[in-house]
């Protein structure tokens, strides 16, 4: 049976989701439409760190980012040296983050991680920028979830609003421009904006 119109006028204007297959995607295939991929286990920790998160840490002021990075490390996120996360970050799978040393995370980001994400070295993650490592399978009825990890390398800098689809890499130095949508590898020392996100300009670093 083919799709239905709706759907064929979203996928020819959306992002190959088939990449992702391609591109050896996690695919978790449901009991039944609607059916959680968690399981029971999976869904308490969840839960667990919902509202610890909630209780202990949202409401803190900046000066206790070392409070929430211990938060997160019971949760086993990866932490390396003192990385910054903003009381009001969103992170939904803490064990599937790594942080590096000098990271920032800022106020509302939301770091959707069903896969793994990893955020370099002194990389900035601005405000309310969307880093979501999972999909859905759009060609099929199921709509199972796909997922895929995404890599934020060292010295990075993405701007306020961006969002960065599954599998996605962003190369060190690499600059992000506000409200872009990033749904392919970003080279380092690029510069890109837009939907789709395209290169701007190529710069060179300094060496640090």
Known sequence: MGLPPF????????????????????QFIPSAR????????????LLA?????????????KPLNRWRLLILRLFGAKIEGNPFVHQRARIQVPWNLTLCSGASLGDRTNIYSLD????????????ESYLCTGTHDLYSVDLPLLTSPIIVDYDTFIGARAFVLPG???????????CSIVTRDVPPETWVAGNPARILEKVNHPPF
């Not at 996605?168 to 506000?178: D, E, P, Q, S």
């Open 7 to 26: 759907r064929k006028l979203f996928l020819k204007n959306s992002f190959d989701f088939r990449v992702l297959i391609g591109m050896q995607a996690k």
């Open 34 to 45: 609607g059916a959680s991929p968690w399981t029971r286990q999976q869904r308490v920790s």
């Open 49 to 61: 760190w919902d509202c610890s998160w909630s209780l202990l840490c949202a409401w803190t002021p």
């Open 116 to 127: 793994k994400v990893t955020i370099g070295r002194r990389a900035v993650i601005g405000q």
């Open 168 to 178: 996605v890499t962003i190369g060190y130095g690499a600059v992000v421009g506000a």
